[in-house]
């Protein structure tokens, strides 16, 4: 099923006209296919990483890609992908990295997301995705880096987000997200950097904000907030 998931990602992406393209002759994937990397378990095969950044991939993602069960490694950015994300990418229980990043996506972020317990680095950035962000990525505990920027992104930030305590950095700016800055951000212990300017967020800054004690850049401009940053914001 792992090299039927390929095949069908060659298809639906005019594999024949990648920039780097896979011969498929061969016949085994982990035998120098372009972006493929392979680990081995009890003397099987398994596809472990796929990255086919810059590649010129046009067309969509298959909802096959929820085969690759072993994958670790997603990067299919700075392509011309479209269409909207499958759901089936929350089967790939074993991701730590997954970039989707400037392409021309579009339709909402899969709530099957909080399926991925194991993941790291969500770059969903420069696409065209819609809806809200959903409340189970409060539930991506090993989380370390959201990049939602640049979408059309609605609704407001979930308190669920306050559950993620590895998590450094947060992206959200340059969407349409709504409503208040809630308290649980300030469960963010390990948050770097959060910014979330070019939205229409309203309320004021909560006190909380002060438990992000590694905060060393805080950006909530150009959004419709009422009061000014607490004094109480570290650094």
Do not use: R
């Not at 709504?178 to 229409?200: D, E, S």
Request: net charge negative.
């Amino acid at each position: 099923s792992e090299i039927n998931a390929l095949l069908a990602l060659y298809s639906s992406t005019a594999g024949n006209q990648w920039t780097v393209s896979w011969n498929l002759s061969t016949g085994n994937p982990c035998a120098g296919w372009h972006g493929v990397t392979c680990c081995t378990t009890e003397s099987v095969c398994h596809v472990a990483a796929l990255k086919l950044t810059y590649n010129n991939l046009v067309g969509y993602i298959p909802s096959t890609i929820g085969d690759l069960s072993w994958l670790q490694a997603l990067d299919l950015d700075s392509n011309a992908l479209t269409g909207s994300i499958p759901s089936t990418i929350g089967d790939l229980s074993m991701l730590q990295v997954l970039y989707l990043y400037s392409n021309a996506l579009t339709g909402s972020i899969p709530s099957t997301f909080g399926n991925l317990v194991m993941l790291q680095y969500l770059y969903l950035f420069s696409n065209a995705l819609t809806g809200s962000i959903p409340s189970t990525i409060g539930d991506l505990s090993m989380l370390k880096d959201l990049d939602l920027y640049s979408n059309a992104l609605t609704g407001s930030i979930p308190s669920a987000m306050g559950n993620l305590s590895m998590l450094q950095y947060v992206y959200l700016y340059s969407n349409t997200l709504t409503g208040p800055i809630l308290a649980t951000i300030g469960n963010l212990k390990m948050v770097t950097q959060l910014i979330l300017t070019l939205n229409f967020l309203t309320g004021s800054v909560p006190s909380t904000i002060s438990g992000c004690t590694q905060m060393a850049y805080f950006e909530v401009s150009s959004n419709l907030l009422s009061q000014a940053i607490p004094e109480a914001l570290p650094n």
